[in-house]
């Protein structure tokens, strides 16, 4: 491996020594496995990435790959991302966790992310419930669902995250599957190589409190990949349409990819900072700014 | 199973040994890692049966690197692990917590059928004369895999009726 970025990765220069410690048969353990495959295809030395999560069953990605990472608090991980990648741009920044991490405790910080166009991607492993702290409705749990909080059935509609980050207008948004590996690998790759804010939802089946219809089987039985419907990814419109089907239907890859990316919130700042600098003193004189003459 | 950017026409027998190699690889980590979660969650039988299992796939796997090396030396690789997905290991889903021997034993089966499927799949697509009669011989080995877990699953003492779920609980208010 060379520090330049030129060799080429393998999946296992990701994989962290350490063990997960998920139930056997998360499905985070195939998204751990995507976003290897993801990275090694684009080639970025670990130490080239910065992976930040909140908290909760998924959020403990980081610490199973070998980028730098950043386990942080429960639903503070964009806020986090986004000041890495502006103390260093040149960083690759991935941001993950939960539905509950992202649309519940965290939901504030998303359409600000989307707003300032900030180069994250950001992955959420949506099981529709809160499964670190045992079972408890999440914000993207069916209407009517039963768990240890809601004992006659929840009576709030979930929310769809992909009709919210779309609405927001992120430039890049996308759904995955353990149910596809391949697609799910790719789509993660295509998400990092777009240039600005990248959303993917991924479904993530949690064995041990997820129901029954959200496993593997359950989801690939409703499963159908955007490309065999013919869906245009730069039609904006068509991708909200198909996006109400949250929660019926699982439609995998993209919805939308802005097909003329507008600068990032990098790419601004660094414009300002050019302007500003014509008129700026030079560093020994950074005094006078203080001295009355 | 899946496999991304492998053009079975044009495979050369070099890249499909390599491939072969690289499946039984994922193969053995696979079974480890589930041995791995295993121990974690105290379920001893299944944890051995699936070391059992790694040490079979790293078996397989050496016989055919000793193969590619008497015939290729060590000429670089230049298939890479990123081209195949749970060809012959067995799906992340299908590891549970406390799960039974004769569950852990009908996963690999699954696993094994699987890789039989795949070698059957890709037989149509192949050009070359040696290529094919390695995947044939891939594909017969597969059916011996299975008997092999057949045996074990033989082995075990009749079935208590219980299943892995009814050890379940229910959800509770907290
Ligand atoms: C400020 C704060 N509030 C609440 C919690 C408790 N808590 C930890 S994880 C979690 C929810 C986890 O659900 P999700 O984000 O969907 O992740 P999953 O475990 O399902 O992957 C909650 C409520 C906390 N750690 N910190
Ligand atoms: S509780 Fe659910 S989400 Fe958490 S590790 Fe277990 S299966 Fe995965
Ligand atoms: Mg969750």
Redesign the pocket.
């Known amino acids: 491996m060379s520090a330049t970025g030129t060799c080429e990765f393998q999946p296992k220069d990701y994989k962290s020594d350490l063990k997960p410690i998920w139930c056997p048969g998360c499905g985070?353990f195939s998204v751990v496995q995507g976003i290897y495959r993801a990275l090694a295809a684009i080639g970025r030395p670990p130490h080239e990435i910065a992976f930040v999560s909140?908290?909760?069953?998924?959020?403990?990605i980081p610490g199973y790959t070998t980028a730098y990472g950043f386990n942080s608090?429960?639903?503070r991980s964009l806020p986090i991302a986004q000041g890495i990648k502006l103390a260093n741009p040149d960083l690759l920044v991935l941001a993950a966790?939960?539905?509950?991490?992202?649309?519940?405790?965290?939901g504030g910080h998303i359409a600000h992310l989307i707003r300032r166009n900030m180069d994250i991607t950001y992955i959420v492993?949506?099981?529709?419930?809160?499964?670190?702290?045992k079972g408890?409705l999440?914000?993207?749990s069916q209407k009517g669902r039963v768990t240890c909080t809601s004992r006659y059935g929840s009576l709030e509609n979930p929310v769809n995250p992909l009709l919210y980050v779309l609405a927001y207008g992120a430039g890049f948004v996308a759904q995955a599957s353990p149910t596809d590996l391949v697609g799910m690998a790719a789509t993660i790759e295509e998400a990092i190589r777009y240039p600005g804010f990248a959303f993917v939802n991924i479904q993530?089946p949690?064995v041990t409190?997820g129901e029954e219809a959200q496993q593997i089987k359950g989801l690939k039985a409703i499963s159908e990949t955007l490309a065999s419907l013919g869906h245009n990814p730069a039609d904006r419109l068509a991708a909200m349409d198909l996006a109400q089907h949250y929660g019926e239907k699982l439609h995998l890859g993209v919805f939308y990819r802005n097909p003329e990316p507008p600068p990032t919130y990098g790419d601004l700042v660094k414009e300002r900072q050019t302007l500003l600098s014509k008129d700026a003193l030079p560093k020994e004189r950074i005094l006078d700014l203080f001295i009355k003459k | 199973m899946a496999t991304r950017g492998i053009d079975f026409a044009s495979l050369s027998l070099m890249d499909a040994l390599d491939l072969a190699i690289l499946v039984e690889e994922e193969a053995q980590e696979r079974y480890e890692e589930f041995a791995a979660q295993m121990d974690q969650h105290r379920t001893p039988d299944a944890a051995r049966f699936f070391r059992f299992m790694a040490e079979n796939e790293s078996k397989h796997g050496l016989e055919l690197s000793a193969r590619r090396a008497q015939r290729f030396s060590d000429a670089p690789r230049l298939v890479s692990r990123a081209m195949i997905f749970d060809i012959e290991a067995p799906d992340y889903d299908a590891a549970r917590a406390f799960m039974s021997p004769r569950r852990a034993m009908a996963a690999a089966l699954a696993s094994e059928v699987k890789a039989h499927a795949f070698f059957v799949a890709a037989l149509p697509a192949l050009k070359d004369a040696e290529v094919r009669s390695l995947f044939e011989e891939l594909r017969d080995e597969e059916i011996e895999h299975q008997d092999l877990v057949k045996a074990e699953l033989a082995k075990l003492p009749l079935d208590s009726g219980l299943s892995d779920e009814d050890f379940v609980d229910e959800p509770a208010p907290q």
């Open positions: 985070d909140g908290i909760g069953c998924s959020s403990r608090v429960h639903g966790g939960g539905d509950g991490d992202g649309f519940s405790i965290g492993m949506d099981n529709q419930i809160y499964g670190l702290t408890q999440s914000p993207t993530s949690c409190y």
